[in-house]
């Protein structure tokens, strides 16, 4: 179904109007000379830059910043500079505005503090799980400046307020960080009707049964209470006045949180929660006459009802931590009930609803010192909570002198990394292409080079170029184990990559020379200039430190190192073993054949077995050994001792069984050895010599030493072995 919205511009120009002068006459107490003009400015860049917004109602999106300004100004009574933030609060994330538009006319101050709320909001739009984490972590990064998180719970607040067109799960997802971290924080700067505010509109949509049930029942009997608060209040109000106070007497309800929270801790029906409301005695007092004045009712309540001894709370004489002053005592009612009564002036009452912002009010005219004291007391507060205040912000202190930073992307999304971390151990914390490719960084708008250090509450842009590769320095710039591990890879990598470049240039080097492209001769030639292994010496071909001329130096050596020759001792044996070999049918050692011409044995290091690649090698003193070509050793000997390799291959038609071994790996499971054991023995006919096995936190880790009669016989036991639940892996190794 699809509603019109029919929309008259006139009306709402009218309206947009309406609201701004409103947050005029709300801000008019703390307006000082060229105050006007500014807020005036704000509101027009703010009206332009939303100018084709609408909010989820279908409202203009304007209506939302001048709320908040609004409840900024009037209901935690912050001055100009928030309002003019109030109003600005959105632009840079939501419209082309930027921050340096922001600075331009709005001056540093006020680019700082909607800087940090931009911040903010994506703190809480990227990663729900860490919240609480990331909320403490704004706190420590941002309280350098709190008017930050006053416009944020003013934001909040207008959010909550107007959460009905949101769908189901928005409506849960901000009720719920509202009642876990912005109600607190509220409370932790003593705005308890914005608290309060808080937690009934959280609870309104996280528990909609329960809000309407306490609600419907405050209201029925809402006639009842206003007659027994009349009653109450009477003779307090007459005497007040006899004894010449002002002051305002009334009755105020108790939030349907709080007295849900009531009915869970007392585990009680709602008829049983007494203080469904309390009594408040709100002075108007000079200065000097506060606490005198605060005792006199008092004393007048207590002489009216018997208060109850252990009820008493005095903040008057010492306030609380975050600036609350009022007196509470729990008075018996005429009917037999226990009812709250709060004794607190006018000023007092002002802190009680708006915090410290109206405190400062009070102590000098909201000038910018005032409210940098203000702002001080509360980072002071902030770092010294106070047993069960803010479960989350007690290791707040110890955080102030952690070795952690925290740093913002471009995006708002925090990232913990270590003091001394640099704008390179950022970049590959976001991300492993991002640091490899990074050749340098915007700190907070300002180039800076990828080896600059990040300080506490930084946000970071890495710049990248396509064409950037990890270098070997880079290991001295980064400080986190991320970084450097992700460098080194990347450097190897990149020599991988080389030495692929330098393996093509080299073949068609010897192809020119016709050298063959062989193992054997890049051993010969790696061990010619002197390099670890051929991936060396692929890179040094790459990297043009070998060349052409180098190559055929090689050559000309290689005849002189040839025509030296190794020692050989043993040259005519070797020659005489040869010549039998060639007094056979071919030039060809057939192992298992020739046993009895030729004297020979299989090497222990590899263990040939028939069907393996082969290949004999004359030793000094015990004949010829049978090697297989992929032996460890075979490279080595076939190099540098090719005049004493002779050919061979098996002769399929012997019976002989080879030993060898089989490692098997697998998840241990009951019966696993058993149905090893059993394909091995019973179904292959296998001989084992040892089996030796390793479990080790559920891992099966098996050695067993088979006899068997060719590779083919191996291939077909690996494949049944494999078979075997629970095995993962079955390869071959050498005794
Ligand atoms: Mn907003």
């Not at 800087?115 to 990663?127: H, Q, R, W």
């Not at 109850?308 to 975050?322: A, I, Q, T």
């Not at 955080?399 to 970049?427: C, M, R, V």
Request: hydrophobic share 40%.
């Amino acid at each position: 179904m699809k509603t019109e919205l029919v929309i008259d511009l006139e009306a709402e120009k009218q309206e947009i109007l309406k609201r701004y002068r409103a947050l005029l006459r709300a801000s008019k107490s703390t307006l000082q000379k060229g105050d006007k003009k500014e807020i005036r400015k704000a509101f027009d860049m703010a009206l332009e830059s939303h100018k084709d917004m609408r909010r989820k109602s279908g409202e203009p999106y304007i209506y939302h910043p001048i709320a908040v300004a609004q409840i900024a100004a009037e209901e935690i009574g912050l001055g100009t500079t928030s309002i003019v933030c109030a109003l600005l609060h959105d632009v840079v994330e939501d419209t082309d505005i930027t921050l340096e538009d922001i600075e331009r006319e709005f001056g540093k101050k006020t680019a700082k503090i909607i800087d940090g709320l931009t911040k903010i909001s994506g703190v809480f739009d990227t990663n729900s799980s860490l919240q609480a984490e990331n909320f403490r972590k704004m706190l420590l990064t941002l309280a350098d400046d709190v008017r930050v998180i006053l416009i944020k719970l003013a934001d909040r607040l207008h959010n909550m307020r107007t959460m009905d067109f949101m769908p189901r799960h928005k409506q849960l997802k901000i009720a719920s960080e509202t009642i876990y971290l912005y109600a607190p924080l509220a409370h932790r700067l003593g705005l308890y009707a914005i608290k309060s505010e808080l937690e009934d509109l959280s609870m309104k949509y996280l528990d909609p049964d329960t809000y309407k049930f306490i609600a419907k029942k405050l209201n029925e009997k809402k006639a009842e209470r206003a007659l027994f608060i009349k009653k109450f209040v009477e003779p307090i109000d007459e005497i007040v006045h006899e004894q010449g106070l002002v002051a305002d007497v009334y009755g105020r309800p108790k939030s349907i949180h709080s007295i849900w929270n009531k009915m869970k801790k007392k585990n009680i029906p709602f008829e049983e929660v007494y203080d469904l409301f309390a009594i408040r005695i709100i002075l108007d007092s000079a200065p000097e006459n506060e606490k005198a004045d605060c005792w006199k009712a008092y004393s007048i309540v207590t002489d009216l009802y018997r208060p109850n001894p252990d009820r008493l709370r005095d903040w008057v004489s010492s306030p609380k931590g975050n600036g609350y002053e009022s007196l509470h005592t729990t008075v018996m009612g005429p009917r037999g009930q226990w009812v709250e009564v709060q004794i607190r002036t006018q000023r007092m009452n002002e802190i009680a609803e708006k915090g410290f912002a109206a405190h400062w009010k009070y102590k000098e005219s909201s000038n910018d010192n005032g409210l940098d004291q203000w702002i001080q007391k509360v980072r002071e507060m902030l770092s010294n909570p106070e047993a069960n205040a803010l479960d989350f912000l007690d290791d707040f202190k110890m955080n102030l002198f952690s070795d952690e930073i925290f740093i913002f992307t471009p995006k708002g999304a925090l990232i913990q990394l270590p003091l001394g971390a640099t704008a390179l151990d950022f970049a590959f914390e976001i991300h492993t292409d991002v640091g490899a490719t990074c050749i340098g960084a915007k700190v907070n708008h300002k180039l800076v080079p990828i080896s600059y250090k990040l300080q506490n509450g930084d946000q970071v842009e890495i710049i990248t170029s396509s064409k950037q590769t990890p270098k070997e320095d880079w290991l001295n710039v980064v400080v986190t184990a991320k970084a450097k591990a992700k460098i080194k890879s990347s450097l190897k990598e990149e020599k991988r990559k080389i030495a692929e470049n330098g393996k093509e240039i080299l073949e068609r080097k010897l192809k020119s020379l016709k050298i063959t492209y062989n193992t054997d001769n890049l051993q010969k030639l790696s061990y010619f200039f002197k390099l670890p292994s051929t991936q060396e010496l692929f890179v040094n071909v790459a990297l043009g430190k070998i060349e052409l001329k180098d190559i055929k130096e090689y050559l000309s050596s290689e005849k002189e190192v040839e025509n030296r020759g190794p020692e050989r001792p043993e040259n005519l044996s070797v020659d005489g073993i040869k010549s039998k070999i060639k007094g056979g049918e071919s030039d060809i050692l057939l192992i298992g054949e020739d046993m009895q011409r030729i004297d020979y044995t299989l090497a222990a290091c590899c263990n040939p077995i028939p069907g393996d690649d082969v290949f004999g090698f004359i030793t000094v003193s015990e004949g010829i050994k049978i090697h297989r070509t992929n032996c460890p050793n075979a490279a080595q000997l076939m190099a540098n001792y090719g005049y004493r390799v002779v050919k061979a291959k098996w002769n399929k038609q012997q019976e002989l069984t080879f030993l060898t071994g089989l490692r098997i790996v697998g998840i241990d499971d009951v019966g696993l050895i058993n149905n090893i054991t059993r394909v091995i023995s019973t179904d292959f006919k296998v001989n084992m010599r040892s089996i030796t096995v390793d479990t080790n936190e559920g891992i099966f880790d098996g050695s067993i030493m088979i006899f068997v009669n060719d590779t083919e016989h191996l291939e077909n036991l690996i494949k049944n072995l494999l078979k075997v639940r629970g095995v993962t892996g079955v390869t071959r190794f050498d005794a």
